[in-house]
DNA sequence: TATTGTTATACTCTATAACTATA
DNA sequence: TATAGTTATAGAGTATAACAATA
């Protein structure tokens, strides 16, 4: 329910961008790993590869990324963020860590970073 | 991501009784509260009605419910388990508890407490 | 032979409109 | 008129199988 209500905020706000969090999420990845491939991007966001093609066929046409050959795998396809791309994630960026905060303005500072620590600690094993 | 990786220790556990985690939830509900009404349901787990209908009723073939007429409201039906509905829920909510006992294992019972405690201060506002 | 990306497709989940019967 | 439950259906998300190009 917390997650969900997290979410929930988050959602709303990413529509303004014209993205979903998937979206934002791909994005986001591409910026700060360059070149990544669609198999790393499916195996960081868990998507499976039929559906990240439309994805990433969808942001391609909006001019926010382009792929192009990989210099050391000719199989695969390296992502890039456009200029476009990059400019719209980084006001997507800054408006998530403001919709972050106010998601968790329930919770004082210590409480945030105990909520994120105890969660990693879940997940992690 | 912590999310999911406890639904993704409960839903094999749950799928051993023949339950999706909305099965079990709404089972779970009807338990508690007996005569519950489908709206009350919907409320209480976020669902719409006509995604509830087809859910109640392969439960009933199940022969896990059953619905009677309202005894207040015409137009509602009082929800209840059936005897078999509650030998299986019990079962069923032994083996929920173990799960997340299982899942949160990596958290002492202070932690666990305290993430409970911030995950309820997030989504309560 | 194995892998990356892709197409086609099926299945599930979620959402909206419209109907019935009761209030 | 409004509401509880239902039906039909559309859309999004998620899954598997199979193929072309490359390793």
Chains 1, 2 share one sequence.
Do not use: W
């Not at 792929?67 to 050391?72: A, G, K, V």
């Not at 199989?75 to 408006?95: H, S, V, W």
């Not at 998601?103 to 945030?112: G, I, M, P």
Request: a positive charge.
């Amino acid at each position: 329910m917390a997650a969900l209500a997290v979410i929930g905020h988050i959602l709303p706000g990413m529509a303004r961008f014209g993205l979903r969090i998937v979206d934002f999420s791909i994005l986001s990845i591409i910026f700060h790993n360059p070149g990544i491939t669609s198999k790393q991007l499916c195996g960081a966001l868990n998507l499976l590869p039929p559906n990240l093609v439309g994805k990433i066929g969808t942001l391609e046409k909006r001019g926010l990324l382009v792929r192009h050959p990989h210099p050391q795998d000719g199989r695969a396809l390296g992502l890039q963020l456009t200029a476009e791309g990059r400019a719209l994630m980084q006001q997507a960026e800054l408006a998530v860590a403001g919709l972050e905060a106010q998601s968790t303005q329930a919770l004082t500072t210590a409480e945030r970073r105990t909520l994120i620590r105890l969660l990693q600690k879940l997940y992690l094993g």
